[in-house]
């Protein structure tokens, strides 16, 4: 069984900047690729950012690219999400994911979720 706990939501200004972390454990291995979702109020769960097991290769959404930063530690079996210049319209309950593969980026590889933690951004 996998267990995927997030942290480091929180309510942050526009501008600002969060950093999310996600710990894995339980039958989950440092080999498979790793992203983050968010789903807003209303909204559908969407993809944010994903990375392959070695941390070579990683992959954004048009909308946080070159403001989120997504990163792995294998040996500590974290992966977190540095959001940087957040917009009102990044508030949403963000988890992160796990994919059986250990290369695949794209967002119907992941399989399984964690419960999420809140990002508010306020004006």
């Known amino acids: 069984q996998v267990q995927l706990v997030e942290s480091g939501g929180g309510l942050v200004q526009a501008g600002g900047s969060l950093r999310l972390s996600c710990a894995a454990s339980?039958?989950?291995?440092?080999?498979?690729?790793m992203g983050w979702f968010r789903q807003a109020p209303g909204k559908e769960r969407e993809f944010v950012a994903a990375i392959t097991w070695s941390g070579i290769y990683t992959r954004y959404a048009e909308s946080v690219k070159g403001r989120f930063t997504i990163s792995r530690d294998n040996a500590k079996r974290t992966v977190d999400l540095q959001m940087n210049s957040l917009k009102l319209e990044d508030t949403a309950i963000y988890s992160c994911a796990t994919s059986p593969s250990g290369t695949a980026v794209v967002e119907t590889a992941f399989t399984y979720w964690g419960q999420g933690t809140r990002v508010t951004v306020s004006s």
């Open positions: 339980g039958r989950t291995a440092s080999w498979h690729s």
